[in-house]
């Protein structure tokens, strides 16, 4: 499948944006910012920008939902290229998606024990058998989290890995959004039992079971169709400022979904789809800047190895630059992603290599 460099920056600001928001949280969080009474915020400008800044800064997560949307696109574009050309082996795929996945989530682990410079909060045990295995939702309080909290989002992918045969035919049999109305109502309808009847530790509704962030991959998937069907009409919508509006203006509805349990169920979804409304609307401007734009496609086109192995190193260099000032934070911060995507991109690139000399097959798309 031809790579789209758009969506390719799009990845790029999103796990940038995720990098950022746990460097952010482990060297401010226990900084305490002077909250002004709001009558005098119009007097004072630094004020507004630093509490808007701060305001952000603590909704960086919501990329996490832009991910899990754009991997249900990327698949579903490129199964549906391989069933169109007669070539869609189930067993074919399911080998190339975990040769894809494991073998860069290993090294990660390898990494982890092996650097110098990662924040180790946890001892290395009987546990790291289910990490590396990517059940961590196995007695999830203990695992789900364990010695690389970024990683509970790989269990949650070999989930939808797992269910995207089902999750496939029911988007060609009923069409995208057929299938996206009942992917949500299945989604929320499960929320609703783990948040409200039948209320279980979060770790099962962020994604430890995966079918409560069905709805983002749903998205994903139906955007993908969509997309494929009409790809100038997506992308007139997506990355000429239409989108980008639409986000800023329904962010703020996105957010009031935190008021209460109710609420609570459709939040994810609203918020990742707004996030990605935001990003892909950047990543269209972006787009038009050549060179600028490649490098942003170099960095999403292996923001796996990125995302994979970031956490530890950013926690342990945000605990020793502490206290710091906002500016000086944002440099540190672009130097710090700038070594980290050099360094991520090296290993997948390396790691991708040696698997394909190990084992030959067919290039994977997505």
Same mark, same amino acid.
């Given at each position: 499948?031809?790579?789209?460099?758009?969506?390719?920056?799009?990845?790029?600001?999103?796990?940038?944006?995720?990098?950022?928001?746990?460097?952010?949280?482990?060297?401010?969080?226990?900084?305490?910012?002077?909250?002004?009474?709001?009558?005098?915020?119009?007097?004072?400008?630094?004020?507004?920008?630093?509490?808007?800044?701060?305001?952000?800064?603590?909704?960086?997560?919501?990329?996490?939902?832009?991910?899990?949307?754009? +991997?249900?696109?990327? $698949?579903?574009?490129?199964?549906?290229?391989?069933?169109?050309?007669?070539?869609?082996?189930?067993?074919?795929?399911?080998?190339?998606?975990?040769?894809?996945?494991?073998?860069?989530?290993?090294?990660?682990?390898?990494?982890?024990?092996?650097?110098?410079?990662?924040?180790?909060?946890?001892?290395?045990?009987?546990?790291?058998?289910? +990490?590396?295995?990517?059940?961590?939702?196995?007695?999830?309080?203990?695992?789900?989290?364990?010695?690389?909290?970024?990683?509970?989002?790989?269990?949650?992918?070999?989930?939808?890995?797992?269910?995207?045969?089902? $999750?496939?035919?029911?988007?060609?049999?009923?069409?995208?959004?057929?299938?996206?109305?009942?992917?949500?109502?299945?989604?929320?309808?499960?929320?609703?039992?783990?948040?409200?009847?039948?209320?279980?530790?979060?770790?099962?509704?962020?994604?430890?079971?995966?079918?409560?962030?069905?709805?983002?991959?749903? $998205?994903?998937?139906?955007?993908?169709?969509?997309?494929?069907?009409?790809?100038?009409?997506?992308?007139?919508?997506?990355?000429?400022?239409?989108?980008?509006?639409?986000?800023?203006?329904?962010?703020?509805?996105?957010?009031?979904?935190?008021?209460?349990?109710?609420?609570?169920?459709?939040?994810?979804?609203?918020?990742?789809?707004?996030?990605?409304?935001?990003?892909?609307?950047?990543?269209?401007?972006?787009?038009?800047?050549?060179?600028?734009?490649?490098?942003?496609?170099?960095?999403?086109?292996?923001?796996?190895?990125?995302?994979?192995?970031?956490?530890?190193?950013?926690?342990?260099?945000?605990?020793?630059?502490?206290?710091?000032?906002? +500016?000086?934070?944002?440099?540190?911060?672009?130097?710090?992603?700038?070594?980290?995507?050099?360094?991520?991109?090296?290993?997948?690139?390396?790691?991708?290599?040696?698997?394909?000399?190990?084992?030959?097959?067919?290039? +994977?798309?997505?």
């Amino acid at each position: 499948m031809r790579r789209l460099l758009w969506l390719d920056i799009a990845k790029a600001i999103a796990i940038s944006w995720v990098v950022y928001f746990h460097f952010f949280n482990t060297v401010f969080q226990h900084t305490r910012f002077p909250v002004e009474d709001w009558s005098t915020l119009a007097a004072g400008t630094v004020t507004v920008i630093r509490m808007a800044w701060l305001k952000i800064s603590s909704i960086g997560f919501h990329a996490v939902g832009v991910f899990i949307i754009l +991997s249900g696109w990327a $698949l579903m574009e490129s199964t549906a290229r391989r069933a169109e050309s007669s070539s869609l082996k189930w067993g074919s795929w399911f080998g190339a998606r975990f040769l894809r996945l494991y073998p860069m989530y290993w090294v990660a682990h390898l990494v982890y024990l092996v650097s110098p410079f990662v924040a180790r909060l946890e001892p290395v045990d009987s546990r790291i058998i289910l +990490s590396l295995l990517g059940l961590r939702f196995i007695d999830i309080t203990m695992n789900f989290m364990y010695l690389n909290a970024a990683w509970w989002y790989f269990s949650m992918l070999i989930q939808f890995y797992v269910m995207f045969p089902l $999750l496939f035919w029911a988007a060609q049999r009923f069409g995208p959004l057929a299938f996206l109305l009942m992917a949500c109502a299945l989604g929320f309808f499960v929320r609703y039992l783990l948040l409200v009847v039948y209320p279980q530790h979060g770790f099962w509704v962020l994604g430890g079971f995966a079918v409560c962030r069905l709805p983002e991959f749903a $998205l994903g998937m139906a955007l993908g169709m969509w997309h494929k069907q009409s790809p100038a009409r997506t992308e007139w919508l997506l990355l000429r400022g239409v989108g980008l509006l639409a986000g800023l203006l329904l962010y703020p509805a996105a957010m009031w979904l935190y008021h209460n349990g109710i609420t609570y169920v459709f939040v994810d979804f609203a918020t990742g789809a707004c996030c990605l409304l935001e990003i892909v609307g950047v990543a269209g401007i972006i787009w038009r800047f050549g060179s600028v734009g490649k490098v942003f496609g170099l960095v999403g086109a292996f923001s796996y190895g990125l995302y994979l192995i970031h956490q530890p190193y950013v926690i342990w260099l945000g605990l020793r630059i502490r206290p710091i000032s906002a +500016s000086s934070f944002l440099l540190v911060f672009v130097a710090t992603l700038a070594v980290l995507s050099a360094w991520g991109i090296l290993l997948e690139k390396s790691t991708n290599t040696l698997v394909n000399k190990l084992i030959p097959s067919k290039k +994977s798309d997505g």
